[in-house]
């Protein structure tokens, strides 16, 4: 090869590289038309590839699929319906496109948005029971069978999203709303942990997000506690400062409703369990829901009328720093 060739060679890659530095290649306006990228040939498709930073995906509509609304999407996660856009494969057709360069390629193998669906609801059964399986702050309606007016269900259901990662205390009486609402912040809770770190989001024993009865925790904390040095000890309660604390290492947000506190009777055995369980989820920035049947001032009372010195004097400044750091406060009472 001559000098003047070895010039001419780097004289043509100068002169494409200032046309990329301009936003064209080969004499066209980037991004191109599909009619200008089909017209390249193979070696000057792959050049335009490696030229590409910006991507985004496309299904194919012309095979007859299409976005699914988010009423459809959950139907198709409780198994109730189909998914309309995959016909529940979970897999779609489409297209790779680069949006800075217009070029594109067949992707045969796009995960459908109803798997982000089907993955929060196998771990939403997990933590609730049947009829509560479908609350959903994005599709549930109020309920007749709530003694609260419809009104006034959906306006604490709009205040709860309103500040969706914060504390919240529920008090009131049975039928009133507060487990349905408790369920749809759990729900909630369990979308942003999967959008969070979505590349190594899996189902966790712990999963992070719990929904557990007070009275069946303290019972698991008391069997577990006496039996832990024995030959077969009783597994380590649903949820524990270590696993709070395991969360939060993981960059994860811990999400406790601790249903029904006001159960049984506050010994000093469970007040010590419930202080370092809420301990732990203050010191984690976890979120902390607690549902009561009593009033707030019934409520205090389990600390501030015990029998026990230790819980008198330091039950009622914990649940007053539980209380302070709660956004809103619901009483669903008329």
């Not at 004499?27 to 590409?52: I, N, R, S, V």
């Not at 006496?226 to 649903?238: C, F, G, I, L, V």
């Not at 301990?279 to 549902?291: F, H, P, S, W």
Request: aromatic content about 10%; glycine content about 4%.
């Amino acid at each position: 090869m001559t000098e003047q060739e070895v010039l001419d060679i780097i004289a043509a890659r100068e002169a494409k590289q200032q046309e990329r530095r301009e936003g064209r290649f080969e004499g066209m306006t980037l991004p191109l038309t599909d009619e200008q990228f089909c017209a390249l040939d193979h070696d000057l498709k792959k050049e335009l590839k490696q030229m590409t930073q910006h991507w985004q995906t496309k299904f194919r509509a012309n095979e007859g699929q299409r976005a699914a609304t988010v009423p459809e999407l959950l139907a198709a996660a409780l198994g109730t319906a189909p998914c309309p856009s995959c016909k529940d494969t979970k897999w779609l057709s489409g297209k790779d496109i680069g949006t800075d360069t217009g070029y594109w390629e067949l992707n045969h193998q796009i995960r459908c948005s109803c798997r982000h669906y089907r993955m929060v609801q196998s771990e939403f059964d997990q933590l609730v029971g049947w009829r509560y399986r479908s609350m959903d702050f994005r599709t549930a309606k109020p309920s007749a069978q709530c003694f609260l007016p419809l009104e006034r269900q959906q306006k604490n259901w709009d205040e709860a999203r309103a500040h969706i990662n914060s504390n919240f205390f529920l008090a009131g009486s049975a039928a009133s709303g507060k487990t349905t609402l408790a369920a749809m912040i759990a729900r909630e809770a369990i979308w942003r942990n999967l959008l969070k770190r979505e590349d190594d989001y899996s189902p966790n024993p712990t999963r992070w997000v719990w929904v557990v009865d007070a009275d069946e925790l303290f019972r698991q904390y008391t069997e577990w506690v006496t039996s832990r040095y024995n030959d077969n000890p009783a597994p380590e309660p649903t949820v524990t400062p270590r696993k709070i604390a395991h969360a939060r290492k993981f960059g994860y947000t811990p999400t406790l409703v601790l249903e029904e506190l006001d159960k049984g009777k506050m010994t000093e055995s469970r007040f010590d369990f419930l202080f370092a369980v809420v301990n732990a989820m203050d010191k984690e920035q976890g979120q902390l829901i607690v549902t009561t049947n009593r009033t707030l001032p019934r409520f205090m009372a389990l600390f501030t009328e015990s029998e026990s010195e230790t819980i008198r004097t330091s039950g009622e400044p914990m649940m007053r720093r539980f209380l302070d750091n709660c956004v809103r406060q619901f009483s669903f009472r008329e």
